[in-house]
DNA sequence: CATGAATGAGCATTCATTCAT
DNA sequence: AATGAATGAATGCTCATTCAT
């Protein structure tokens, strides 16, 4: 990997070049449609914004509403990778102690919050939410799959939770489409929409709650005897 | 005064027909806006649907701002008052029988949640997150005490259900929030950002879920104990 | 008419009413006017300022373009009749005296600085001077008569002062306009075409440079030489 | 300088066509302003008379006033330039000859009248004078060198005109303003504004009447006997 | 490919004017 | 006669997009 020629090396050069033009254009982008919205965002802000000329963007990608696309999809993977990564924290290596579990419901759901209360997270749902009615299919190349990605994924574990006698039986998905509830729904309100930053132990409340009250209803019932017992 | 019944009809007639003539320009303006933005929307196209000219909205409303705000405050209001009215449906007249409290919870809760299907609920949330960027005044002047209020009351609601002893102790406000984080929070992917209405069936299906987990989670422990084996 | 007394004083305070608005309105108009121009004041603040609807405007005087033609017409008026009141002061009661000449020249250049220095003065003719191309009669309206009238009365004096072997055999006309230019035209640049307040000792100045000047040019000469002789 | 590439040709045809524009889109702004004033001016129209799109008047302007301040400055330059240049004949090669002092303030005179009476210098007059009220800045970036300079240009040669002996002694500067009253105060009037034209012959009986009383007034005067000698 | 200049369409806003009371 | 509401036309300005270099 290291004997390249000189113009190999330079033509390497330029396309990466053009690479991080295109990644710098895709950044800029999605930064001016964040706090714009996409009708206010102009392309030569974003061009600006980039560093690059005005016309070089549409080299690149066209169209506004092509950028506009792109630069959604673009951090809309990077987002529901994080998002994905982090439900997958939530393992189950250790044995069904209680306090383990709460433990790691805990440590999971942190992680999803943080992601979630990430201002880029909330831009995204916000343009996403609110483009949604003009870019009908917006949702289906942003969201599509990542969104049932995180569910499944969160599912799965779930799933192995339950069959390990640490959770009830239960459906899974449901179970995991409340603890996100749980979660993301009060935050909504609390941080205006993403408007205003949510304090650290606000946020830790919310978490603590939530997985208090997920863990009332679905801990199987004999551990929660154990757990109550504990917590009194 | 009150003579003849020509002139004063006339009188009301007129003043009758300014107001009316504004209501149809905030309601108006509030479709128009919520299918197609803030910054797309034109105030012709308002001015049109409302069937007046254009000026007349400036007459009225003085500016597009001013009428985004004005649009967004009356719907805010209505929506919010509707909200709080089913919220007041969770009464306590019926003895603490377990099954009167889920069919009672399930009851409030699908009124809560026809509410928030609604059609103008979702375009209202989808403004107020699409726009509280660009007017930060806008939440607090539309939300601010409409939002508390909904949750004030269902707090109070589950405040006297605890009190009677159907719910466990607990915090009311935090009872409030997650019972309708659970309600909402699965509506929001299930319907992609209100773009698709959902069927009647997977409503209904997430109000069950929603009133069980609630309950599992919140019923006073005697109390869940009879219900679970009454629900087998 | 005039029959009951109580009706024709009511008529007649009705009338003066009617009178005291137009003249209202004429007085706000040609303000907004001056300080607007013609183009930019609106006939909503010309009413606002008169204290009356913007509707009563037109029922008064029509148009706004009849608006501005009646304003103009009415200072214009009041104005020529306050320069020509002062050119008047110019008489020949006393003899021929040089030193008396050039009081009286002074006293009477003097009122029509003071008169032409007026901010409601530069109004008209920067009013004139600005509409005159998109109004081609209003000079003919407004300035017509009333240039020429201080020009002539002005001329009338300077014919007598000639005849009475004060001022040398010229021509009158001639004399009363450069005795006019003398007097106005450096006021133009002093006060920045009447933006800026001109001090008094600056028009003292002018009123005895331009006084100085046309008594050189037009004092017969054997009393310029006596005039000379005194003066140093 | 002439054996420029080809590229340097092609550069130079590029930015000449980019400064021609430029001046093209200031010369129709200026002649659209002067016959609608500033207000009723359009961008559009400037736009169509300099042959270009309306946005292009943006790209190289920015703004309609500040369309109308460039404008105001470019012709005002000119203006001025061509009024000291006027100003500039006044020279004393001659001896002090009595008949060519009169030739040659004539001549000076006729030029400065000319200039005055260009549609364009009325035009520029008119604007300022219309306009100084709504943008305060405008007569000192427009009239504001200039006018000095053609005052003090004038006033030197008034200077040494005295020093030669040919004029009395005096303020020169106050000579000239004199100067420029008697010439072009009477021509306010006479071409009403400058909405008409003024006969060739009427010009000249305005500078021979100007000269006229100038030279009576700051000739010396062992001159001025010799010279009225002549004249009769 | 990257750039700066140019364009045409669209939009909020203002204003003189008319209608109904 | 006087008013307040309503209107249609006009205007300054912005923006996404294309052309020539």
């Known amino acids: 990997m290291g004997g390249t020629t000189t113009s190999a090396g330079a033509t390497r050069a330029t396309s990466r070049g ?6 710098a254009i895709l950044d800029a982008a999605f930064t001016v449609f964040a706090d714009r ?4 965002a102009g392309v030569e802000e974003i061009a600006e914004v980039a560093g690059v000329a005005k016309h070089t963007v549409y080299n690149h990608l ?26 997958e ?3 189950m290596d250790g044995a069904a102690d209680p306090d383990a579990v709460r433990s790691r419901l805990e440590d999971v759901a942190n992680r999803l919050l943080v992601q979630c209360c990430d201002p880029r997270s909330w831009a995204l749902r916000r343009l996403l939410n609110a483009e ?10 942003v969201w599509g799959h ?22 009830r039986t239960c459906d ?15 935050m909504e309100a609390r941080s205006q929409f993403g408007t205003r930053p949510v304090p650290e132990a606000e946020l830790r409340g919310v978490v603590n709650a939530a997985v208090s009250t997920f863990l009332r ?12 017992a504990a917590a009194s």
Chains 1, 2, 3, 4 share one sequence.
Do not use: C, W
């Open 18 to 23: 053009r690479i991080d033009k295109r990644q």
């Open 37 to 40: 919205g996409y009708a206010r």
């Open 62 to 87: 066209g169209d506004k509403e092509n950028v506009f696309h792109a630069a959604m999809e673009a951090t809309g993977n990077a987002v529901m990778a994080e998002n994905v990564a982090a439900a």
């Open 89 to 91: 924290h939530l393992a």
């Open 132 to 141: 949604s009615a003009s870019f009908p299919d917006l949702l289906e190349s």
């Open 146 to 167: 990542g969104a049932d990605r995180l569910r499944q994924t969160l599912a799965d574990r779930m799933a192995r939770l339950s069959l390990a006698g640490v959770l």
């Open 172 to 186: 899974p998905v449901e179970a995991a489409e409340q603890f996100l509830a749980l979660l993301t729904g009060p």
């Open 217 to 228: 209803a679905f801990q199987s019932d004999h551990l929660s005897a154990t757990a109550s």
